[in-house]
RNA sequence: GCGCCUGUAGCUCAGCUGGAUAGAGCACCGGCCUUCUAAGCCGGCGGUCGCAGGUUCGAGUCCUGCCAGGCGCGCCA
């Protein structure tokens, strides 16, 4: 809808270079914005206003002379000069009418485009390591980061979705010790118990399946328990597997699913950890201090450097991060995507800087980052501490089994990723108007009554004549959801390039209201065949627009509720 | 002390690349079901956009400095 108008402006004001204004002061960027009332028409430029210093001219003089080098367009009904020097374009009826044709033809491909022109990009999130069940941070890191995919998939991107884990190292040295204490009846606090182990209730489940000999499949392979409390490997290899698996289940009960679950251990198995330390050090930025090994990583931004090789021969976290990266890079990702709790964001300046250190070519800004801040969890008016160790922890399974997983998904998606989130149990909990996805779905469900109600009262619904007859909807509330409807594409399109998923659940909600207004305000059913048909037409449209906007959240559309 | 994030209505939050009169939901007050699902609609109440400067024709949005909150600042991951 904006692009043609656009590319028109666009076009006029090439034509206008040299004449009024060096081709030089041309703003790059979008020129047409949305406006937000009515009456400015539907599209606004303020191209005049930003153009006036450099032509040496008013604005309004500008703007004149721009709306009169304008080609005649069909398009357009109206273009007006407002205010300091806004030149407003009114869209004309027809433009959409065929737009709500073109939104009917393309169902549910309608909004896409192929911004992203096939290229690969891989959206790395969750990446909870296996000790223990996922909690509601990381419910939140999997809902904004399968939105992500949705949305780049959407705009013409090949989406890989990666989980990446440590499965050696010390915290799964704590899990298994845990374990092992559990195997023998050694309760958290009790002598035996080991420092820094894992408290919760789960481990004892791990154990008893351990002991009880069980077989659990995760990630292509499957493990035995061993049964033997003294096998400390085998308990290692069993709790692993056990947990991962648990998190699947998770995962999908939550609707997520991966298709790379990437293992920490493969890094040093693979000899990638050791090429890239080699690589480090020939490409001389590093030194020895300590009986250490050091990145300088404060040629790269960092306040400090950081020590890569400990003194005892092992490595810090993050050069298996770095060495991470480079095989992501080297996988052919043009963007990589990593979503991740921003209590992890000083390792955004660190793997970067690695990457940089390398000299590989990898670009500055590689790989980007969506952080999403802490979950605050309430229940019965009292925070809800988030503690792994502690055990007494919320699980994202508590929520999708309390809330449902649409509530859960639309909760932890609904709002910037930026700002922290207080998901108030009691109150999501609690099945009423208070819950925003039910609003929305309400509007789908209703559009989908609607048409039982017309095939019992002994209608059926002529699309041919409804196109033909879109004419008829001249009534407000049918002119703003034809307006907001041809919104959807500009809001995918801006929600995938910013990556911001909340945005769509913001339009999603506008739509809905839309809607529902309309829908008390009139009749749909009506004995006029042509307007019943435009009608119809118009309320399927917003109902594949819902769908749409639905299913890029990964909430379901509800024929009914 | 340093870094990242946040500060908008009583509460929870939107506000897209700076634009024209700052928007929703909840709460509170008042209306609307013999008519396509009232999980809905309409109206009202409620704001010095943390504070102070600056840039700009124009600032909630950009810059600087403060104030407040969160998260990080390890030879943990």
């Known amino acids: 809808m904006k692009q043609p108008l656009e590319s028109l402006l666009h076009a006029t004001l090439t034509n206008l270079t040299g004449d009024l204004f060096p081709k030089a002061a041309l703003p790059e960027g979008p020129l047409l914005e949305r406006t937000r009332d009515l009456a400015h028409g539907d599209f606004a430029t303020n191209v005049a206003l930003v153009l006036a210093k450099r032509a040496g001219r008013q604005p309004r003089e500008l703007a004149r002379a721009i709306i009169a080098a304008l080609p005649k367009s069909e398009l357009i009904s109206k273009v007006e000069i407002a205010g300091p020097g806004f030149i407003n374009f009114s869209l004309a ?23 992203g022109a096939g290229g690969h990009a891989m959206v790395e999130f969750v990446s909870a390591n296996p000790t223990g069940p996922l909690h509601v941070g990381h419910g939140r890191g999997a809902a904004v980061g399968d939105c992500l995919c949705r949305l780049l998939t959407a705009t013409g991107w090949a989406v890989t979705r990666e989980f990446y884990y440590n499965d050696a190292g010390q915290q799964i040295d704590n899990l298994a010790l845990s374990v092992q204490a559990r195997c023998k009846r050694i309760e958290p606090g009790q002598p035996g118990w080991p420092k820094d182990g894992y408290r919760g209730e789960y481990i004892q489940d791990v154990a008893n399946a351990y002991l009880a000999r069980q077989t659990v499949h995760a990630d292509g392979s499957s493990v035995t328990a061993g049964a033997d409390a003294d096998d400390l490997d085998a308990i290692r290899r069993f709790a ?56 300088k990583t404060t040629d790269f931004g960092d306040d400090k450097d950081r020590v890569m090789r400990k003194s005892d021969g092992s490595y810090t976290y993050f050069l298996p991060d770095v060495a991470y990266h480079v095989s992501k890079w080297q996988r052919g990702y043009i963007r990589m995507i990593n979503e991740q709790g921003a209590d992890h964001h000083s390792t955004i300046l660190r793997v970067r800087a690695g990457l940089q250190a390398l000299e590989m070519g990898i670009p500055k800004g590689w790989p980007e980052y969506v952080l999403h801040q802490m979950v605050t969890v309430m229940r019965g008016g009292a925070e809800v501490k988030l503690s792994k160790r502690a055990g007494s922890y919320v699980t994202l399974r508590d929520l999708i089994d309390e809330v449902g997983r649409d509530a859960t998904r639309y909760f932890l998606v609904a ?12 109150l999501a909990r609690s099945q009423t108007n208070e819950n925003p996805v039910y609003y929305i779905q309400y509007a789908h469900a209703r559009i989908a009554s609607v048409f039982r109600q017309l095939a019992e009262k002994g209608y059926t619904w002529n699309v041919k004549n409804g196109k033909a007859n879109l004419a008829q909807l001249t009534q407000t509330h ?13 809001m995918l399109e801006t929600a995938a390039r910013n990556l911001e998923p909340h945005l769509m659940a913001q339009y999603l909600r506008e739509l809905a209201n839309d809607f529902h207004t309309y829908y008390d305000a009139h009749t749909f059913i009506v004995e006029d065949a042509a307007l019943r048909d435009a009608r119809l037409t118009l309320i399927t449209a917003a109902r594949q627009v819902l769908q749409n906007g639905l299913a890029l959240l990964g909430v379901s559309a509800p024929e009914s509720m």
């Not at 049918?478 to 500009?490: D, H, T």
């Open 415 to 426: 709002r910037k990723a930026d700002s922290q989130l207080t998901f108030d149990i009691d």
């Open 93 to 115: 009826a027809s433009a959409y009418h065929a737009e709500l044709k073109t939104l009917l033809a393309a169902g549910a491909a309608y909004g896409r485009n192929q911004a």
């Open 240 to 295: 692993v597997a056990y947990l991962r698996h648990e998190q699947d289940l998770d995962l999908r009960a939550f609707g997520v699913e991966f298709d790379v679950y990437y293992l920490e251990s493969s890094l040093y198995t693979e000899g990638r950890v050791q090429q890239t330390v080699r690589a480090l050090i020939e490409h001389g930025h590093t030194y020895e201090k300590d009986g250490a090994l050091w990145l």
């Open 478 to 490: 049918e002119q703003a959801l034809l307006v907001n409807l041809s919104r959807f594409p500009e």
